[in-house]
């Protein structure tokens, strides 16, 4: 492309990303968030299927910090930074929905140099993970920044609140339940709402020592597979962890808020949680499950109760319960 072309080219770009004010609506346009910092455009990994190529060999791509400043804008004019954490997670979460499936959303940097964040597609755990540090940001940043949300988004993901590689990425929801709860960002729910119903499972963790050919990060390097062998070494030394058998999910519900964390047990050897989602109270009075489906391939709420979406699923033994702690005085 010849330079004069590709300044034309850019000035068109620049003019279209002006024009975009709003979140809705933007999903299936491409769109350059601009660094005026560096007077160029910032992009983001996504799936070529959400962008539009302009007739070049540049797909435009909205920035993370641009889409979360549109976010942010949304979340303050509907007032949803007004609500209790439960409910805010559940809203924003919300805003999210048909947004598309992304396997493995976060394997674009392998090395864990950076913390990852997309807002245009979701695994089922970055769904409720960037809908619950958006509704925490947005109560612990006064400015609102994008680097105050990644550092958030950081606190949440890894052991301890530090990135320092692959391993320190919570990748077993048990262990990210359980870390988060022991530094304050959750509160158990499971024991307390399940009673004399919640059940303690004592299975061995060690799905992804087992089967490390389905992570690049340990497919050819036998240190990182000794890192993560000593990770789930440290996790089954616990014990195991409770869960709500599916059959009892129903007798149980009304203890279920919205915006609680949930986790879907599983029969699977060697690993805890099979899919993770948002609580979310419908206007049947039921709990219903909100969630990135790899079925369904985008963001939705479950059409039936959450204890009907369980009995649909033989592999799917019931749940676990976490709540969000309300920020107010926390600081990350």
């Not at 729910?189 to 919640?198: E, R, S, V």
Request: proline share 3%.
């Amino acid at each position: 492309m010849k330079a004069s072309t590709l300044l034309i080219f850019l000035a068109i770009v620049r003019s279209l990303a002006a024009q975009q004010t709003s979140v809705q609506g933007t999903w299936n346009t491409a769109i350059v968030g601009r660094d005026t910092t560096l007077d160029t455009f910032v992009t983001e990994i996504i799936p070529d299927s959400v962008a539009r190529t302009y007739g070049t060999n540049y797909v435009l791509k909205m920035s993370s910090e641009y889409i979360f400043g549109t976010l942010i804008a949304r979340i303050v004019k509907e007032e949803i930074n007004s609500f209790p954490i439960g409910e805010r997670t559940s809203a924003i979460g919300k805003i999210f929905l048909e947004r598309p499936y992304i396997e493995k959303s976060l394997e674009t940097n392998l090395n864990e140099t950076e913390t990852v964040c997309n807002f245009t597609g979701f695994d089922c755990v970055t769904f409720f993970e960037t809908s619950w540090a958006l509704a925490t940001t947005i109560k612990t940043s006064y400015a609102h920044s994008y680097s105050d949300y990644l550092k958030v988004l950081t606190n949440h993901r890894y052991r301890n609140g530090i990135r320092n590689g692959f391993d320190s990425r919570l990748h077993y929801t048990s262990d990210y339940f359980y870390d988060n709860t022991q530094r304050g960002n959750l509160k158990e729910m499971t024991k307390i709402i399940g009673g004399k119903d919640a059940k303690k499972e004592k299975k061995h963790i060690n799905f992804m020592t087992m089967h490390p050919s389905l992570y690049a990060q340990m497919a050819n390097d036998p240190f990182m597979f000794v890192k993560m062998d000593s990770v789930e070494e440290r996790i089954n030394r616990r014990g195991g962890f409770y869960y709500i058998p599916k059959e009892d999910v129903e007798d149980i519900e009304s203890g279920i808020q919205t915006g609680d964390l949930i986790g879907i047990t599983t029969s699977v050897p060697g690993i805890d949680c099979s899919h993770t989602g948002i609580a979310i109270k419908e206007k049947d009075g039921r709990i219903h499950f909100m969630h990135a489906s790899s079925a369904i391939h985008k963001v939705i709420i479950s059409q039936v109760p959450l204890a009907e979406y369980l009995a649909g699923n033989a592999k799917q033994t019931g749940i676990m319960i976490y709540r969000p702690v309300e920020p107010y005085s926390k600081s990350f």
